[in-house]
């Protein structure tokens, strides 16, 4: 799994230029289906058929895409202007190492003043995004780094005490990879229904690639598997779980209940460590917009505890990467494609 997520995490893969992660997930993904491709928005699409008929549907998604900037200007001294692409905290931008995805990837810097020449009252003082530069170190960047070009944090993955991974997109490339973990669980496995797996784009701008594929597949049931936010010490919120405490089974109106119940009573059986997260109208997941594709579809939702979202430095407990996929393989194996709303 490890190896898997270094792979996976180190394959850049900016909101709208998704190319590289894609088939890097496609390959990861190939041998647990029959089949395995890209659909024209750039989502990975891997199939495995039951062989029965009538079978129903599920479709598990989890998206691929980063956040990450683009280029909005080339200033003199090789500086670059730059805007967001998903949620990014400007607080932590200063003095982050970036990636410059140009045909050939150049590294650069996020400048930062040193204290030594602010203004008095500047120390405390929060610099907007768009005052910020990337040093590319070249003289003159104009004839090699062209505007709009693509722009991602550098730091690779790196391995934590007590089997941890902290870097970039493990929001949500560890939900991809608990999906293949749990796809390789079930190779051999004979089952009831068929099974689709999406990687999916532009889930941190407007969910293109989950739409587009839940209305391709018209599954009978999905399932997304995404982060949620994991306590530290300064975390302050009772919307935090517990790290290292096992998948989240969320909860709420957006939510198939009968779907739900099943999981929860699945991860009982097996002994799955569980927490309820209790999900009160958007969950800012994939689950929102695929419920309501062609005539609907029965949603559930998984999601791994993840430290420091929208960072470079994202944490997450490989156990718990570990609960969902064996909740989703041991759901799967039993799953005959029937389960009542209540």
């Not at 900037?69 to 998903?86: A, H, I, N, P, S």
């Not at 790290?243 to 989240?248: N, R």
């Amino acid at each position: 799994m490890k190896e898997m997520l270094t792979q996976l995490c180190s394959a850049d893969g900016v909101t709208g230029f998704e190319g590289n992660a894609a088939r890097t997930a496609k390959k990861l993904l190939a041998p647990y289906c029959d089949r395995v491709s890209l659909d024209r928005c750039g989502s990975v699409l891997g199939w495995k058929s039951c062989g029965k008929p009538n079978a129903k549907t599920v479709l598990l998604d989890a998206h691929i895409d980063q956040i990450g900037f683009m280029v909005t200007d080339v200033l003199e001294g090789g500086f670059l202007r730059f805007t967001q692409v998903g949620g990014i905290d400007p607080r932590m931008l200063l003095g982050a190492e970036v990636t410059i995805l140009t045909e050939q990837p150049r590294y650069g810097v996020i400048a930062c003043t040193p204290p030594h020449l602010l203004a008095a009252g500047e120390q405390n003082k929060a610099v907007p995004m768009h005052e910020m530069l990337i040093d590319t170190g070249l003289l003159d960047a104009k004839p090699v780094i062209p505007i709009g070009t693509p722009v991602v944090f550098a730091q690779p993955p790196y391995a934590l005490a007590e089997g941890q991974l902290t870097g970039k997109c493990l929001d949500d490339r560890a939900g991809f990879v608990a999906i293949v973990q749990a796809m390789r669980q079930l190779k051999d496995a004979e089952l009831d229904v068929n099974i689709v797996v999406c990687g999916s784009v532009h889930e941190e701008t407007d969910s293109l690639g989950a739409l587009t594929a839940a209305f391709r597949v018209q599954p009978d049931y999905g399932i997304a598997v995404d982060v949620s936010h994991a306590k530290t010490p300064d975390s302050g919120s009772d919307d935090a779980f517990e790290f290292g405490g096992g998948v989240l089974i969320g909860m709420g109106p957006n939510l198939h209940r009968g779907l739900t119940n099943q999981m929860i009573k699945t991860a009982r059986a097996e002994d799955i460590p569980y927490q309820l997260e209790v999900m009160e109208g958007n969950t800012g997941t994939n689950a929102w917009e695929m419920q309501v594709v062609r005539s609907g579809i029965a949603m559930g939702l998984l999601s791994i505890p993840l430290k420091y979202m929208h960072t470079p430095i994202e944490t997450i407990q490989l156990s718990d990467v570990a609960a969902v996929s064996d909740l989703l393989a041991a759901f799967l194996r039993t799953f005959h494609g029937e389960v009542t709303r209540t």
